[in-house]
Every structure is written in C-alpha cells, then in structure tokens.
C-alpha cells in the first residue's frame, strides 16, 4: 500500500519558520516534490529533490528562503521554511514520482499525501 504523509504543517506568524516533512511507504521513487495550493488558486510545485543525487530545484518565490531534502534511508522528505510570508499561506502536498519529465508537471505524479495546512499571519 502506497502511503504519503505529511506532517508538521500550523500557523505562524511573518518572518517564522515551519518545517514539514513527509514519510513515504510503498513505492519505489526517484524524486519527491512538494506543492501548494491557496484558496481559490491553482496548485503549483514549490520543491523537487532528485533522492540519490541530492539535485534539488525551487519555484522563484521561495528560494533563498525553503530548504527541501531527503532521508533515503528513512523515505523521509523534509521542506524546511524560513522567513514566511502571508503569500506562503497555503495546504502544503507532497508528491513522489519516477516518471521522467518536468517536476513542475503535476501528471508526473501518482501519489500524493493528504496535505498539510501552513498559515502565516502578518
């Protein structure tokens, strides 16, 4: 049984720092992604890390501020993020994959977790 769950989401308030982390069973993958989804807003791709290699990739809006990474040996998924803002207030998803292609490409994915919600007040 193929199992994403993420945890570690809350509420700060601007300037905090939340840390979530997703454990992953089930399924053997090359790359988890994490994505958000603000209400009455698309979801889109925040961090990619390539497990193995360590390669990680970041939406625009969030670099220099989150921090992705990987246990291997424990399928664990970690986004560490710093500095919130308001604009960072979103349900927080993560993915994994093994398909090749694009990370932002949300078809790329087959499981998901269930999401956990991070707000940051101003």
């Known amino acids: 049984q193929v199992q994403l769950v993420e945890s570690g989401g809350g509420s700060v308030q601007a300037g905090g720092s939340l840390t979530l982390s997703c454990a992953a069973s089930?399924?053997?993958?090359?790359?988890m992604t994490w994505f958000r989804q603000a209400p009455g807003k698309a979801r889109e791709a925040v961090a990619c890390?390539?497990?193995?290699?360590?390669?990680?990739f970041y939406v625009d809006s969030v670099k220099g501020r989150f921090t992705v990474s990987h246990d291997d040996a424990k399928n664990m998924g970690t986004l560490q993020m710093n500095d919130l803002k308001p604009e960072d207030t979103a349900m927080y998803y993560c993915?994994?994959?093994?398909?090749?292609?694009?990370?932002?490409?949300?078809?790329?994915?087959?499981?998901w977790g269930q999401g956990t919600q991070v707000t940051v007040s101003s």
């Open positions: 089930g399924y053997a993958y090359f790359y």
């Open positions: 993915a994994a994959g093994s398909a090749g292609g694009t990370w932002q490409n949300q078809n790329l994915y087959t499981y």
């Open positions: 890390i390539y497990t193995g290699r360590g390669t990680s």
